[in-house]
């Protein structure tokens, strides 16, 4: 079963930020949010994660509702080699790690 | 950097063959996992282990075994290969809690 929901598809302008949305409405306690990209071809690349509070690094921010019940990832300033399929996970300590079919983010130049 | 090796970048083989896929990982962490990726069906989680000789069936089990004897090694096991079984498979480890590392996949075609 997913556990998280999210568009299939979005385009964004190069040099503008990019906003990609993620539904997760049966997040436990217990469990994390990750956000993963894959580049054509390439294993997953690990991008942030976060419990309740927001959190940024050089790649992105990561902003979680209050509720815990959704979250966005923010890619600043988009490039063209940010164009990839994003995935948002859920995922507690010793869980598996399930990806649904993700975001195909495409930058526009 | 974390290194997660995967032992071949393509393989072929014929149906029937009992394939193995190995994977190995060099910060000992708790976690490893198994995907394989189609076209339109996205990754999907075959198994994973968070402990030496421990393992969970993922979404897709079917046709697959592992074996977990040391905590940097995890194998996926192909009893006996069939067509549709042609895939990319991937390889991935963890700590609780924090993120996953990919390995750069092995392409399997069974003919």
């Known amino acids: 079963d997913a556990k998280t929901t999210q568009p299939p598809s979005m385009d964004c302008a190069e040099g503008r930020a990019a906003n990609l949305p993620c539904n997760h409405s049966?997040?436990?306690?217990?469990?994390?949010v990750y956000w993963y990209r894959q580049i054509h071809s390439q294993g997953p690349q690990y991008i942030i994660h976060?419990?309740?509070n927001n959190e940024t690094n050089e790649m992105a921010s990561l902003i979680i509702t209050e509720d815990r019940k959704s979250s966005t990832l923010i890619l600043p300033h988009a490039t063209l080699r940010d164009t990839a399929v994003y995935y948002c996970i859920v995922r507690g300590g010793a869980d598996g790690l399930t990806f649904g079919k993700g975001t195909h983010l495409i930058i526009q130049p | 950097d974390v290194k997660v090796t995967q032992s071949s970048r393509y393989l072929v083989k014929r149906t029937g063959e009992k394939v193995f896929l190995e994977c190995v990982q060099d910060?000992?962490?708790?976690?490893m996992f198994w995907y394989r990726q189609d076209p339109g069906l996205g990754l999907r989680l075959i198994y994973f282990s968070y402990d030496v000789k421990m393992k969970e069936k993922g979404d897709i089990p079917e046709g697959y075994s592992v074996s977990r004897e040391k905590k940097e090694r995890f194998s996926l096991i192909l009893e006996s290969a069939s067509t549709n079984q042609t895939s990319m498979y991937l390889c991935a480890s963890s700590p609780y809690y924090t993120e996953a590392f990919f390995g750069q996949g092995t392409r399997l075609t069974v003919v």
């Open positions: 910060m000992d962490h708790e976690n």
């Open positions: 976060g419990l309740k």
């Open positions: 049966t997040i436990s306690g217990n469990e994390y």
